[in-house]
Each structure stands twice: as structure tokens, then as C-alpha cells.
């Protein structure tokens, strides 16, 4: 999509929060690759350049063809990079370097200085998400941004058996199948559902989820 002087894109843009005090950063590294190539497989139709590191195993980003699947792109991330978290940002917005790029390290323009300064926002203020779509009110994008915070935190605040199981639980569907699969009773599974915020956690991301499909990119052409 051409603005006056350049393209409008959608970028997602990560930071590994506390990778400095990593101390096995070579198994790390080897976990955040598998995840970033699960992720591109997921998302391969919206993904314009897929997710991949720009900064050894600190930095990551995206260019998106669609918006629908922003927030999903992102949380995926950070419930298979647990107990490590993902600070991260949408920002959408012109890009006028490197346009016809395949590599998001040689792009510059508006929508990078706006993901630059949600990022340091974010780690300022101690936030796991901060998100900008073009087009949209200050307001809104403060709600989107509040209500992606309040799920990352909602999930942050998991157990590790509980982040397994929610993750299983969204791939099957069924509580039986996954307490089949780990060898537990379904108790068991509703329990650490409910201990995951999982009601709570879904219906918030799906009201983001719905709002990002409903507010493409074709929304600003």
C-alpha cells in the first residue's frame, strides 16, 4: 500500500525482557529460533517478512500483509517462549527505505521511530505491549494497548503446568484430550484452567483479536 512518499506497513518488533541476565544464552537462542520458525509456519499467509532476530537473541521483528492476526502473532510468542517474556510492539505506519526489502533490518521510516518510541515507553513504564495503528484516536490505542497488557499479565502470572495446558487446551479444544495427552484426570485440567485465568484471558483476547480483523490494513487505503 503506496502513502504520498512511501508504503504504509504493519510492523511487529520484540525485546527479550531481562536477556542480559540469561545466563545459558546458547539454549535460550536455540529455544527463541524453534518458536520464531513455529511462528512463521503458524502465520505464514499474514506474515510480508517473517519474524526473525535482528539482534542476537535480544531483538526480533515482523512485517505483517494483514492485521488480523497481530495480537495471536503475539501472544503465541510469548506463551511458547515461557517463563521468558517478550516485550512487544505493533506499530503500523510509512516506511520509506527500503521499501522493496525482504529484510526488516535494511527498512526505515515513520512506523520504526513510532515501534522505537513504544518501545522504550514500554520499558520505561515497566508494560509488555504498546500497539499503534494509523488512523485511530490516541483513546483507542491507549485501550488497545491497556487491554494487551492486562492479558500478558493475566498470563504471566501462570505456572508453568498451567501455561502447558492452556496451550494444549486452545490446540484441542477438549479438556479430556488434553488430560489424555499428559496422563492427568479432567479435574485436574478445569483446575489449572481456571488457575490460568483461562475464561478471563480468552475473552479479552478475543475482543482484541476481533477488533485487529475488523481494522485491517485495507481500513486505511
Sequence with gaps: MQGSSGKIITVITGDLVGSRHIADRAAVSVMI??????????????????????RGIDEFAA???SNANAFRIC???????FPYTARLVISQGQIDIGIDSTNTSEMDGPVFHRASELMEWAKREDRIFGI?????????NTILTSLSNLIAVLMKDRSRKQNDIAKLY???GYQKRVADELGITQQ????ALKGAKWKETEYA?????????SYDLKEIE
Design 63 to 65: 512485517v505483517l500483509k
Design 132 to 140: 499503534w495503528l494509523n488512523g485511530l484516536s490516541l483513546q483507542t
Design 188 to 191: 485436574a485440567v478445569s483446575h
Design 33 to 54: 529460533e524453534s518458536v520464531i520458525e513455529r511462528i512463521n509456519k503458524t502465520f505464514k499467509e499474514d506474515l510480508a517478512i517473517p519474524l526473525d532476530l535482528t
Design 75 to 81: 501472544r503465541m510468542l510469548n506463551e511458547e517462549l
Design 205 to 213: 483476547e478475543k475482543a482484541l483479536n476481533d477488533f485487529f480483523v
Design 170 to 172: 486452545r490446540e484441542y
